[in-house]
């Protein structure tokens, strides 16, 4: 596994999340703009902030463990399982790069 072209691919992910973070947090606090009249209106869009907000903690979630898959390369344990120490198999870090866990102790 090369652990450069990891981190490359982590730090790209990592961008695009702030980038969507920032977004979604922008939208949620910018208040400049009127507020719509209609209640059914407000409802409508106090329903959406609620979706956005639910977006943006997965964001920061995933940038969690982001940083955390990033130090682990820094330690050396990046690639293995923090809870039984087992070698996570590459395909799923393939597929989700900054896991921590392999998929066994996921489950439990
Ligand atoms: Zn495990």
């Given at each position: 596994m090369n652990l450069d072209e990891v981190r490359t691919k982590l730090l790209a992910l990592r961008k695009e999340l702030t980038a969507r973070h920032e977004r979604i947090d922008k939208h949620i606090h910018h208040r400049d703009e009127p507020r719509a009249q209609d209640s059914e209106e407000r409802a409508g869009e106090s329903s959406n902030d609620e979706t956005m907000e639910l977006l943006d903690a997965n964001a920061l979630e995933e940038l969690q463990q982001i940083d955390h898959a990033l130090a682990r390369i820094d330690l050396g344990?990046?690639?293995?399982?923090?809870?039984?120490?087992d070698p996570i198999p590459e395909e799923r870090l393939e597929f989700l790069?900054?896991?921590?866990?392999?998929v066994s102790c996921t489950v439990d």
């Open positions: 344990t990046y690639g293995q399982c923090e809870k039984c120490k790069p900054y896991t921590s866990q392999c």
